[in-house]
């Protein structure tokens, strides 16, 4: 068993004996880009693409922005259309009628024409109040025509006729005028 020992013994020295392994060098790699391809007519359009597609974008946000506004200045025409129909409305009942109207078409004028607070300047506003103003006070007059003696009769008329005059002065000319600024489109 000896000799075998002495063996490896030697053995394992020559071993350590051994010079070590030097390190690969290491390998340098050079990566080259290839040439880039000549652009023909269908490369330059493949790079308009997304050129293109942002002002397409661009302009379907431009055209909708506008449509919404035509929209809204339609909203507020057939408002204010409907306000000025109804001052009309309530006129021409007041005419046709020698100022004997009942209170549903009172009631009905200030159900059409309440909204016009808020969608006509001041003036246009208490035109409209002047209007429902005088109408009251034909309807008032027109029924104490009726309670009243031959004496009083006369002034009566005469007052009754005064406010005829107003109704219908607003009706042909007064209210197109006092509207037209408002209910006109202008573009």
């Known amino acids: 068993m000896r000799r075998f020992l002495f ?11 051994q010079p ?12 080259e880009m290839p040439p880039t391809p000549r652009r023909d007519f269908l490369g330059y359009l493949q790079a308009l693409g997304p050129l293109t597609a942002a002002l397409t974008a661009l302009g379907v946000g431009f055209m909708q922005w506008h449509l919404q506004k035509q929209h809204l200045k ?3 025409f057939d408002r204010r259309y409907r306000v000025y129909s109804g001052v009309q409305g309530y006129l021409a009942a007041i005419r046709r009628g020698d ?26 506003w208490e035109y409209i109040q002047a209007v429902d103003t005088k109408g009251l006070e034909l309807r008032s007059v027109q029924r104490s025509v009726n309670d009243l003696h031959a004496v009083d009769l006369a ?18 000319n007064t ?6 600024n408002y209910v006109q489109t202008k573009e």
């Open 7 to 17: 063996m490896l013994t030697l053995i394992t020295v020559s071993a350590w004996a």
């Open 20 to 31: 070590a392994q030097q390190p690969a060098p290491p390998i340098v790699v050079q990566v």
């Open 74 to 76: 339609q909203n507020r």
């Open 99 to 124: 100022g004997e109207f009942d209170d549903q078409t009172h009631q009905q004028f200030r159900s059409e024409t309440d909204a016009g607070e808020l969608l006509f300047p001041k003036a246009v």
């Open 155 to 172: 002034e009566a008329n005469r007052e009754a006729n005064r406010m005829k005059h107003w109704i219908s002065d607003a009706y042909f």
């Open 175 to 180: 209210t197109k005028k006092v509207f037209l």
